[in-house]
């Protein structure tokens, strides 16, 4: 009953979407920008990235004139272009064997190390492993055995999605991001694949919203929770019972909807309150948290006594916040 509930809740927001993208406009594309920056950060730091989300900005505005040498540059601009193909052409990617691997191999398309096996289902065997705090590694569970077995669960898997026409879409979706991560069909990018995997199947079944909030900075917070349940459901494979699971990817879904409400409701009351120059500043502090305004200034080409005096509006509006003085002053959303 809790998972039917926590789906009615999911689906009665998603009723009203539509309403929503009508009415918010260039607010969108603008939550779209962050959520892409945080999307891309995360699912790459959930796997080991050291880069930051304004390290990810940085390297993704300038990623069509860039040789990426660092793994984790890598490892960023691979997801970035993937997140951008599924979601600019989600609508015509086939759930097939042939689209899977397409994505994993542009995933990797930038490792060099990785040429031998993007887009190929593994020949070697591989386990889920967990990055600890320490350093060390913690195996979470074992997977289907390379080559033939990996390529026989990965067609049933695909074939039972596109058959099945009973199961709900939500709890679809979480099944095939399970099987696929249980399966771990590729030498690696298993974990980042199973979440833009999901966002593709949750697009294809008209999850817009997904979008504009950040499904993989979810997990990301929810780490040792998101390994947990994995490991303790995977443990008793085959055969296993998959409840918890789904009542967490289900409450992750929930819990980014009301992250996209309070977001929404707090842009709509900014823009009631505050004129285009202010939220002009107030999105760049939501980006970067801590700006002086010497970087304000640059950032947006504001004269720097305007902006010292906006900033001192908005905080005398309690919009923000300062910290420090002199040129140490740092700016924060309330």
Known sequence: MKILSEIAKIDRFDAAWTNFEKREGDSLKQLKSIATVQSVGASTRIEGSRMTDDEVEVLIKRIEISTFEERDQQEVAGYFETLD???????????????????????????????????KFKQISNSVEANLVDGSKQVIFKTS??????????????????????????????VFVYEFLSIHPFQDGNGRLSRLLGSLLLLKNGYSWIQYISFENEIENRKSAYYKVLMDTQRNRPGEDITEWLRFFLSCLSHIQENLMLKLDQRRIDNETTSQRERSILFLIENRPGCSSGEISNRLDIPLPTVKKTLAELVEKKLLWREGVGRATAYFLI
Request: glycine share 4%; hydrophobic share 40%.
């Open 145 to 174: 055995e390379p080559a033939l077995q990996t390529q026989d669960d990965m067609i049933r898997l695909i074939d039972w999605y596109n058959a099945d026409q009973e199961t709900v879409p939500l709890i679809k979706v979480a």
């Open 85 to 119: 193909t599924i979601s600019e052409h989600f609508a015509s990617i086939e759930i097939t064997e042939n689209q899977v691997m397409g994505l994993h191999s542009l995933l990797l398309k930038h490792g060099e190390k990785d040429a031998w096996h993007r887009g």
